[in-house]
């Protein structure tokens, strides 16, 4: 699987944004952060996740983090999908922050 394919790589190999492996397992992780924010939070009753105890700007800021350590080309061409989703919670969070 992905991670096997990431055990072989070195350091260097790694810091290579372009790698196919690498980049398959980043849209794997932004995809999981935006079904637990964004598609558990409308669905979930009883069963909350970790992410939904947090002020909406602390669920903003853990986010933007995970954006922010992704290469540019994840946010704007893998996965636009999730920058178009955020666009409302950045607009949540700038309006919270008095900004």
């Avoid at 096997?4 to 492996?21: G, Y």
């Avoid at 690498?22 to 069963?47: G, N």
């Amino acid at each position: 699987g992905k991670f096997s394919a990431l055990k072989s790589k070195t350091t260097q190999d790694l810091d290579d944004a372009n790698d196919p492996s690498i980049r398959a397992l980043s849209a794997d992780i932004l995809e999981i952060v935006y079904l637990q924010t964004h598609v558990t939070r409308k669905q979930h009753t009883e069963m909350s996740p970790a992410l939904d105890g947090l002020r909406p700007d602390e669920q903003c800021r853990i986010i933007r983090a995970v954006l922010d350590i992704s290469p540019l080309q994840y946010k704007t061409h893998l996965l636009p999908w999730i920058v178009g989703s955020l666009v409302d919670d950045d607009q949540v969070c700038t309006n919270r922050r008095g900004n």
